[in-house]
């Protein structure tokens, strides 16, 4: 149950059935256009998300950009909107 939203699930597979998470949580970083599917938006939208500086964190690795999951999930959980009671 999430706190703020009374029965609202909170866990979510995200579309990525059978991963293992503990692996992805602490080791793998996802490209751009994973990221995108993990968030099930289009590359391009998260492109221009960062552009705009709107978007969930991400690292600057020389010329690649790359997401790390747990801040995926980090910035999903601050767009949650809880219905009016």
């Not at 391009?44 to 690649?64: M, N, Q, V």
Request: net charge positive.
């Amino acid at each position: 149950m999430h706190r703020e939203c009374g029965n609202w699930p909170s866990n979510r597979s995200f579309g990525l059935v059978g991963l293992d998470w503990r692996r992805l949580m602490t080791t793998e970083l996802l490209n751009t256009e994973s990221a995108a599917g993990f968030l099930d938006v289009k590359p391009a939208t998260l492109i221009s998300w960062r552009h705009r500086r709107i978007g969930p964190p991400f690292l600057r690795l020389g010329r690649l950009i790359r997401y790390r999951p747990v801040d995926l999930i980090a910035w999903l959980d601050t767009r949650i909107s809880c219905p009016a009671a």
